[in-house]
Structure formats: structure tokens, C-alpha cells
């Protein structure tokens, strides 16, 4: 029901702020860049379950070297770390991760997570982006700025990303296509 309720939300939340957020850009390029790392970051989301559903569900407990998360581990953390980021914004509060790792509950997460920071994305104003204060009450990191937490985000994606494609080969499965388009806004 919390799902629901959350998706509900956001799906709210992403309407109403979408034509008012591109109201107040006055800087062309960071509205070109903002508007650029929203198509990406759909193309990252639509590649990143394509690698989860590669996998079988059996294929989430492995773990290839003890020292290393399993499968589902790396995606609920991806996840996790996502929404972290996007939280420190303060514009929407992030989704629950789960405590199982199973396929249909990190499918669920990972889903959540990336809308979760769509939405925080459509919402987000030039001023957002530009600050430099982020996360300065995290003891592990200093502050961040808005664009900081951008690249964090889609870096830390593809750095976990990278590793479960591993996963999939380990297995004997050959993993989906990377797609890239030039984004023109």
C-alpha cells in the first residue's frame, strides 16, 4: 500500500512540477544539462533493469567472491545509493529500501528508486542544481553541489551496473546491449 501511496505521490509530484521548474531556468546551459542527464538518466534506468532481468531469479544469491555483494545485493545497494543521493535535495522523501534482495523485490526497489529520482529531477529548480551545500551534514563526505550529486548518482550507477554485467557472465549470460543516443534537447 505504501508503494502505491508513494507512486501516487510522485506521480503527482512530477506533473505539477514540470511545467513550473522549466519556468525558471535562466541559464541556457545548465537547463540544457539538466534536461540532457533527465533523458540519460531514463536510458541508465531502462538499461539497468535489462541487466536485472537478465539474471534468473536463482541468480540473485550469487556471489562470485565472498568478499564481493550478490547479485541482488549490488542492485538494492545501486538503488539505495540513488536515492540517497537525490534525497540530500530535500524535495521529496526517498522510497524504502527493502531488506530482501530476491528478483521481484529489487525489481520493485530499483523501479522506485529511479522514479523516485526522476521525479526529484522534474521537480528541481536551477537553484537546486547550482547549490553547494548538499549533503554537508553527512560526517563521510564534505558538502556537494546540486551537479556533484548528478554525476555521483549516474557514475555510481554505472560503476555497480558494471559489476552485476560481470555477474551475468559468471553464469553464462550474455548481457543485454548497452543503447546510447545523443541527447538534443
Do not use: C
Not at 534525497?87 to 530482501?100: R, T, W
Amino acid at each position: 500500500m505504501q508503494r502505491r501511496h508513494l507512486l501516487k505521490t510522485l506521480t503527482a509530484a512530477t506533473a505539477a512540477a514540470g511545467a513550473s521548474a522549466s519556468a525558471v531556468w535562466t541559464s541556457p546551459f545548465a537547463k540544457v544539462w539538466h534536461e540532457s542527464f533527465i533523458k540519460h538518466w531514463q536510458d541508465t534506468k531502462e538499461y539497468t533493469l535489462a541487466v536485472l532481468e537478465a539474471m534468473p531469479p536463482e541468480g540473485f544469491d550469487l556471489k562470485p567472491n565472498p568478499a564481493q555483494r550478490t547479485f541482488g545485493e549490488q542492485l538494492i545497494h545501486l538503488a539505495r545509493a540513488n536515492a540517497g543521493y537525490f534525497s540530500a535535495f530535500g524535495l521529496l522523501p526517498p522510497p524504502e529500501a527493502p531488506s530482501a534482495t530476491d528478483k521481484d523485490t529489487a525489481r520493485k526497489y530499483v523501479t522506485a528508486s529511479f522514479d523516485y529520482v526522476s521525479a526529484v529531477l522534474h521537480k528541481m529548480t536551477e537553484k537546486d542544481l547550482l547549490r553547494t551545500d548538499l549533503g554537508k551534514n553527512n560526517p563521510r563526505y564534505p558538502a556537494h553541489s546540486g551537479t556533484d550529486l548528478y554525476m555521483r548518482a549516474y557514475m555510481h550507477t554505472a560503476h555497480h551496473r558494471g559489476q552485476v554485467v560481470v555477474y551475468l557472465r559468471v553464469k553464462g549470460i550474455t548481457p543485454p546491449a548497452w543503447k546510447f543516443e545523443p541527447t538534443v534537447v
